[in-house]
């Protein structure tokens, strides 16, 4: 993304904190939302200011959440100071090292064992205050009323219609019913790699956690395994989340739930993912103008079309809505013109 203005006052507010004066302020790549990042160089080191609009920010939830993740032993940027007032953050630098780059066939076997050695720690954190948030069937379904909305409604200018709502009806009511029957962790929500650092000894460190909730136990798993911006070979993504079953077992978690269970909850929980997914990507272009997640909808939709096809012959319900997608929708995605990029 092109370099932006800090605020006048964030580096004078920044260097404050550190008992430093003069240094330099670089933009840092952001995300998805309205927080901006700069690298402060001061004095031989380096930190990372943040901007993070108390208006549209979760700030106090940012704190709660990296507290509690580093109190489990999790690595997350060291906590320098905090304006809440102004939207300022002052936080250790993790370093550029994202965790894509890095990703190849012959690395990535190693890196998502670390991975997800990381979730089986959030799974252990224990829970988070009575009154987090929760995955319930509220957010779920707003997080689901996305793709309507945004993908088919206004980026297709599509309309769900009769057939199409009955057939959305019935999926969402399954898709629920999967996610809520799940044991609860606390979830970071964009578990993948691009909110996981590679660390300067190898290990991963988490960012981007403030949208985290308590909810279902394979809804980070999916994240991880089924990227929006990396995709593996099914069989692959199916070993790996069968080992994930195997050590949760052996730490005491899902008894009772076989493999099979687990790799449902698994598929189905990647498809509300990526059913949200597509509305959200559809909405930061549409809304906030980031043309960029247009990119990245032929995977997601790749994905939701793959769960589809896996499930139609036992469950009338993938197979109605699969139908449906591809004979209304099928056309009109093939004439835009981010359908062909991959």
């Not at 224990?126 to 088919?152: C, K, N, Q, T």
């Not at 206004?154 to 629920?176: D, V």
Request: include cysteine; aromatic fraction near 10%.
């Amino acid at each position: 993304m092109p370099p932006s203005t800090p605020p006048v006052n964030l580096q004078a507010w920044a260097c404050s904190v550190v008992g430093k004066t003069g240094g330099t302020l670089e933009t840092v790549a952001g995300d998805a939302s309205n927080r901006r990042y700069f690298r402060l160089r001061v004095a031989g080191a380096s930190y990372i200011a943040v901007h993070a609009p108390p208006a549209t920010e979760k700030n106090a939830e940012f704190l709660a959440v990296r507290h509690h993740l580093e109190r489990g032993g999790i690595r997350v940027p060291a906590l320098l100071g905090a304006d809440l007032d102004q939207g300022f953050l002052l936080l250790g630098d993790l370093g550029d090292r994202l965790l894509l780059p890095a990703l190849a066939p012959a690395t990535v076997d190693g890196w998502y064992r670390k991975g997800c050695s990381l979730l089986l720690q959030f799974a252990a954190l224990g829970d988070m205050p009575a009154d987090w948030p929760r995955y319930d069937s509220a957010l779920l379904g707003e997080e689901l009323g996305r793709f309507p909305e945004w993908f088919a409604g206004r980026l297709l200018g599509h309309p769900l219609g009769e057939q199409g709502l009955r057939c959305w009806q019935a999926l969402c009511e399954e898709l629920l019913n999967s996610a809520l029957e799940q044991p609860r962790v606390l979830v970071h929500r964009d578990f993948h790699s691009r909110n996981l650092m590679i660390l300067a000894d190898g290990e991963l460190g988490v960012i981007d956690f403030q949208d985290a909730v308590v909810g279902p136990i394979t809804y980070d798993l999916v994240s991880l395994l089924r990227d929006c911006y990396v995709r593996w070979p099914a069989g692959q993504v199916e070993n790996w989340a069968r080992e994930y079953h195997g050590l949760l077992r052996q730490e005491g978690w899902l008894a009772g739930v076989d493999a099979a269970q687990f790799l449902r909850w698994f598929d189905l929980m990647g498809l509300q993912r990526h059913l949200k997914v597509l509305g959200t990507f559809a909405r930061l272009y549409l809304r906030d103008g980031k043309s960029a997640y247009l990119d990245d909808l032929p995977l997601v939709i790749a994905y939701v079309e793959e769960i589809l096809r896996k499930y139609r012959g036992d469950w009338p319900a993938a197979a109605a809505f699969a139908d449906w997608f591809e004979a209304e929708l099928g056309p009109l995605i093939r004439r835009q013109p981010w359908s062909a990029v991959q």
